[in-house]
């Protein structure tokens, strides 16, 4: 039996790289706790990845993502952060996931092959944060 067979969904979501999700989280926390609320996406970039060095988590930021038709370059998207080359990080600012966050970041995890990415939001009420998985395939752990 594969890993993942006759698991709900929310079984998957906790399998997949449950120590690197908590360092990602723990460091919005923690940048979170020292800025507050309120302030631009961008802010809290700079500082979450002034975190992930604190803590010696590798990443990429910015990292840029062409999209083709017909083998034509036709637009680009940016990742906030790859963590570990594992876990894709895009932040916000807001209360809410919107299906349209969601949607993108399954399509970043389809276009590029990554299993896991995590949305974190920057709240008037604190960090709340949602596990994506790729949509269309178990991760390879």
Known sequence: MRIGENMSEEEKLELIYPNLSYQIVGSAYEVYNSLGSGLREKIYENALALEFGKRGIKYHRQLYVPVEYAEEKVG??????????????????????????????????????????????????????????????????
């Open 76 to 141: 680009s998207y940016f990742l906030d952060f790859l963590v570990d080359d594992k876990i894709v990080v895009e932040l916000k600012i807001g209360e809410h996931f919107s299906r349209q966050e969601i949607r993108q970041v399954q399509e970043y995890l389809r276009k590029l092959g990554y299993a896991l990415a995590l949305i974190i939001k920057f709240t008037n009420r604190g960090v709340r944060q949602k596990r994506v998985l790729h949509p269309d395939q178990l991760p390879k752990i």
